[in-house]
């Protein structure tokens, strides 16, 4: 069983900044990917940023210049940096590992979710 576990939500005024940080633990050998999604109040879910392990990136438009998501492979562990936040940034967000694959025997797990973190930007 892979578990992700989501840290560093909280209450920022507009133009402040929190970072963001989840940690996969399990029997995991590799994860091909690592994202943020948010979910504001009665809208869908959507995605933020994602990286690969490759360390390619793509940013939802509505955060690119103001969030970068990073990565430590070795721990499993990604991050999001949010920067000049907007109430609009509002949200539950969401960490989620695709593509990921078991210690021996290398199995292939299902795509698995954090259980969230609030992010409310307000004044």
């Known amino acids: 069983q892979v578990q992700l576990v989501e840290s560093g939500g909280g209450l920022v005024q507009p133009g402040g900044s929190l970072r963001l940080a989840c940690a996969a633990s399990g029997s995991i050998f590799s994860i091909n990917a690592m994202g943020w999604y948010r979910q504001a109040p009665g809208k869908e879910r959507e995605l933020v940023a994602r990286i690969t392990s490759g360390g390619s990136t793509n940013y939802a438009d509505s955060v690119k210049g103001r969030f970068t998501i990073s990565r430590d492979g070795a721990k499993h562990t990604v991050y999001l940096q949010m920067n000049s936040l907007k109430p609009e940034d509002t949200a539950v967000y969401y960490c989620?590992?695709?593509?990921?694959?078991?210690?021996?025997?290398?199995?292939?797990?299902?795509?698995?979710w954090g259980q969230g973190t609030l992010v409310t930007v307000s004044s």
């Open positions: 989620k590992a695709d593509g990921i694959t078991s210690t021996y025997p290398y199995n292939r797990y299902p795509a698995v």
